[in-house]
């Protein structure tokens, strides 16, 4: 019978430790077998918002959430529905950042370069008088009867302008797209972002 080999002392540390650092590295990598986007897909406001100078009448702020999402949305890809109930992912598109959070901060430069005095709410040090939250029910491609991007914000203000009541209105923006390339539909994707987001700083300041 042969004899399986003998460790000597001296080398069983750097094989403990060896094991060790291996443990140590993620059990799941981010893309798995897929490789890299050549292109990260990014949301930008039309205009850059204005730099604040000069005080500011703390009646007048306004706080922007990040607003919900629902399941398909939670991801950095990009869905494109299908049918009435089927979802796939456009390949080769990728966010930097999930949508929700792009959109919260293109939707609060939008305001601000309106004019509306907007507080970062993650601060905590000032509260702003009134709050927009939302939920952000599409933001991808349908291609159901021709292909075309949609997003939708349902959006909720309330504040002390708003008399004890909490005012309430959708937003819808869509646009063609000839190509299902993911920077031609990030790039219509941006383009109706920016076209809502005008729309919901017009509302807020009426």
């Known amino acids: 019978m042969i004899k399986p080999p003998m460790i000597a002392p001296k080398q069983v540390l750097p094989l ?4 060790a650092l291996a443990g140590c590295s993620p059990l799941v990598q981010l893309g798995g077998n897929t490789p890299a986007p050549a292109t990260l897909l990014v949301l ?16 007048d702020t ?3 959430a990040v607003p919900d999402v629902p399941a398909e949305l939670q991801t950095l ?3 494109v529905q299908v049918g009435p109930a089927g979802v796939q992912y456009l390949a ?3 966010w930097t950042e999930q949508p929700n959070r792009q959109f919260q901060r293109l939707l609060a430069d939008t305001l601000a370069g309106a004019g509306v005095p907007v507080l970062d709410t993650r601060s905590g040090s000032v509260g702003p008088a009134r709050l927009l939250t939302g939920h952000l029910r ?3 491609l349908d291609v159901r009867g021709g292909a075309v991007v949609r997003v939708r914000y349902d959006a909720q203000l309330a504040g002390p302008r708003s008399g004890g ?9 869509q ?7 993911p920077e031609a539909v990030a790039g219509a994707l941006n383009r109706a972002a920016n076209r809502l987001a005008a729309d919901v700083a017009q509302w807020v300041k009426g």
């Open 92 to 94: 080769g598109a990728s």
């Open 62 to 64: 306004l706080g922007v």
């Open 77 to 79: 890809r990009l869905p």
């Open 165 to 173: 009541t909490v005012a309430l209105r959708s937003f819808v923006a």
């Open 44 to 59: 930008r406001a039309s205009a850059p918002p204005p730099e604040w100078r000069g005080p500011t009448a703390l009646a």
């Open 138 to 140: 599409e933001f991808g």
């Open 16 to 19: 403990i430790l060896a094991l």
């Open 175 to 181: 646009e063609a797209v000839a190509s299902q390339s």
